[in-house]
């Protein structure tokens, strides 16, 4: 238990930065989560890395998502609908209250619980949303359009789907959102990570991702053209999962990232915001071993409330 204090330590600095919310015109990124799909605890792990956050909710992680806040446009946008979404909701409310900023779209990355199982609460039995932009890659258009629940949504214009193309921008009144292909678990649809820009600073957000070797894209050379990466971070390094093959869930162990990214410049290292943490990723303890090598190397660990101007 005493592990995790720190974790309430960095949680209480992240809300003291955050608690009022941001004096300004600019854009800018609010992370609403950082956890993998299922959150952290998860469900059915009594196991010793999980108990503090079964005994103490302010200890608890939401799966992975970020809103884009356009104050001057007094326009907000969500990446990934999460099973977390009514929290995410009202923590994306406190900070751009919903009668002065629209739900301009949502954006989804691909079709594993964590990143579009919210979407049912934009559903009759719920919110009852009307005609709600979702954003979604071709494979996921259909897959949603076709498959039950997901479409009573579209049939009931609770949500409406707005195709995605491959590197194609979709422009927001000074938000710039541009979807890329990436190498993951594609049972259902693609995956994608998306570029944001802004006037003055470009953010790339990868969660899901396989080995950054399957990518023909060069980690180092996407973090130096961007101010920000929030990448994969689901696993910290090999054996996190005992007795489980971990080849066969291929995400970028945190150790493997940081060796594709060492011969960065500690302002280059800077750009790198860790997100996306497993359960048993001991960078959701700020207090952790890990956690403290990870920052003193000159990178991020991502935490909920933290603002990123764009």
């Known amino acids: 238990m005493k592990a995790h204090i720190g974790i309430i330590a960095a949680f209480i600095l992240v809300l003291s930065s955050s608690v009022a919310r941001a004096q300004t015109d600019e854009p800018y990124i ?49 990446f990934e609908a999460t099973p977390n979404l009514p929290t995410q909701l009202y923590a994306l409310d406190q ?55 997901w479409s009573q949504l579209v049939e009931f214009e609770n949500i409406r789907l707005e195709a995605l193309q491959e590197q194609q921008t979709i422009g927001f009144s000074g938000i710039d959102v541009t979807p890329f292909l990436v190498p993951h678990r594609d049972e259902f649809s693609e995956t994608v990570g998306y570029k944001i820009a802004g006037p003055n600073k470009t953010a790339v957000f990868i969660p899901d991702i396989n080995k950054w070797s399957a990518w023909d894209t060069d980690l180092a050379t996407l973090v130096r053209s961007v101010d920000y990466a929030l990448i994969d971070a689901t696993f910290y390094d090999d054996g996190e999962l005992p007795g489980r ?66």
Request: net charge negative; proline share 6%.
């Open 30 to 78: 609010y992370i609403l989560g950082v956890a993998q799909d299922a959150g952290y605890p998860q469900i059915g792990c009594y196991a010793e890395h999980c108990l503090p956050g079964w005994a103490d909710p302010s200890l608890q992680r939401g799966a992975t998502s970020l809103a884009v806040i356009n104050p001057g446009a007094r326009q907000k946008f969500l």
């Open 95 to 149: 900070e751009a209250p919903n009668e002065r900023f629209q739900l301009r779209g949502v954006f989804l990355t691909h079709a594993h619980i964590g990143h579009y199982a919210g979407l049912m609460f934009f559903g009759h039995e719920a919110m009852s949303t009307s005609d709600q932009a979702v954003y979604a890659m071709p494979r996921m258009f259909s897959f949603l359009e076709s498959n039950g629940p």
């Open 245 to 310: 093959d971990m080849s066969q869930v291929p995400h970028p162990f945190v150790s493997e990232s940081m060796d594709a990214l060492s011969e960065l410049s500690n302002e280059e290292r800077a750009k790198v915001w860790f997100i996306h943490f497993n359960h048993t990723n001991p960078l959701l303890n700020a207090e952790s071993d890990e956690s403290k090598f990870v920052r003193s190397e000159g990178y991020n660990v991502a935490a909920e409330g933290v603002r990123l101007p764009l």
